[in-house]
């Protein structure tokens, strides 16, 4: 395959990813004028988002297990026409009811989707380079953080939010006829991705703790992150659309600066960014009151999260026990399991200790996780592990 090819095919995978990134979060922002419309309360709303996670959650593992003989392009070009099916049924939606369906369908794509898509890009250049492959993919979904929602939001604002949902299905069917033509139409269980270059059951399930850990400390605080600036750091709310752009844009620079770091050394690339969130939210519950120091840490904990995603794509692909994807898919869950803890037991806080209290929390959190992974230095040499569990059907 040609480089050039091979690079306008990576970047189509990236572009999924920025589409399932934006379209899951785009109810977030169009929160009010979804209401209105639709007739229902804000938190039904809400809970078109936290459905659409716990389908990620839970379909993840059973969906890729059942698909795992499919060859990647055909998969993912299937996953990506029933992404843009769905969200024009979403677009032009009578009801609630079928807003609700056409989103959980668009999650099980979703659910497939983030669980291919990491070893089908890695397979597009040679091993060496699956650090810095993983990092543009998951830059996809730090963009669609950055511009996707806001923008989606905007154009809700100025011609409705159905308008927002039609312009991510014509952005759909645009990444669908690049990776339909260009993706290689690879066997599942060939190619150099397709297994753990050095399979080590240990190692896996610890990275999928530290992966629930780290979550769950990140979302805690990030949740609450416009309560925190408004009450502790002083900031006026108009202020706020602006630092969670700056978070954004730092989780961008974040995530292409850890890549070259995954290929040589992807476990320190994993410790470093976990040990600078846990830094960086213990600084934030210190000196959050001080709006300049604010600011600087909330863009650090965007950019360490970030990276950290980064290295988990690439540590999953050197210490799968079994399938890759099917790896990539119980890594995909687990992160989905921390996103919802840390958002629970950050609201369990929230009433009773402050805003505060959910960036202490995070931090603790942050510090458990951080705990966990240098635990990796105690574990035998890669080769040596025991083999015997896999995540294998």
Excluded: C
Excluded at 94 to 122: D, E, I, K, N, Q
């Amino acid at each position: 395959m040609g480089h050039k090819r091979a690079v306008a095919a990576l970047v189509g995978l990236a572009g999924g990813t920025f589409l399932y990134t934006a379209v899951e979060g785009l109810p977030v922002g169009l929160l009010l004028p979804m209401s209105a419309d639709l007739a229902v309360t804000p938190s039904q709303v809400g809970t078109l988002v936290t459905a659409y996670g716990a389908v990620v959650m839970v379909a993840s593992v059973p969906l890729t297990a059942l698909v795992r003989r499919v060859p990647r392009r055909l998969l993912l070009s299937a996953l990506l026409a029933g992404f843009v099916a769905s969200t024009v049924v979403t677009a032009f939606a009578g009801s609630y009811a079928v807003v609700m369906a056409a989103r959980l369908m668009t999650a099980a794509t979703h659910a497939l989707f983030w669980a291919v898509v990491v070893p089908a890009a890695a397979e597009l250049f040679r091993p060496e380079l699956r650090g810095r492959v993983v990092a543009v993919v998951f830059a996809g979904g730090n963009v669609a953080l950055v511009l996707g929602v806001p923008a989606g939001a905007w154009l809700g604002d100025r011609a409705g939010w159905r308008a927002s949902f039609l312009a991510v299905a014509v952005l759909g069917a645009a990444v669908l006829a690049v990776v339909a033509t260009l993706l290689p139409s690879t066997p599942p269980e060939q190619g150099h991705a397709a297994r753990g270059a050095t399979p080590d059951t240990r190692r896996f399930w610890l990275l999928v703790a530290v992966a629930v850990t780290t979550t769950a400390g990140a979302i805690a605080a990030y949740t609450y992150v416009a309560l925190f600036v408004t009450e502790i750091s002083g900031f006026a709310a108009e202020s706020v659309p602006a630092i969670l752009l700056g978070r954004g844009i730092a989780s961008v620079v974040g995530i292409l600066a850890v890549a070259a770091l995954v290929d040589r050394d992807p476990w320190r690339a994993l410790v470093g960014t976990v040990a600078v969130q846990a830094v960086a939210l213990l600084g934030l519950y210190a000196f959050g009151h001080r709006p300049t120091a604010a600011v600087a840490l909330l863009a650090t904990t965007g950019a360490a999260f970030a990276a950290f995603t980064a290295a988990l794509g690439g540590l999953v692909l050197r210490v799968a026990p079994g399938r890759s994807d099917l790896a990539a898919a119980t890594l995909s869950a687990a992160v989905n399991v921390g996103i919802t803890a840390g958002a629970f037991t950050g609201g369990l806080a929230l009433p009773t200790y402050g805003v505060q209290s959910t960036v202490l929390l995070g931090a603790l959190v942050g510090l458990a996780a951080l705990a966990l992974a240098l635990g990796e230095r105690l574990l035998p040499a890669p080769g040596h592990a025991d083999r015997k569990v896999t995540v294998e059907p």
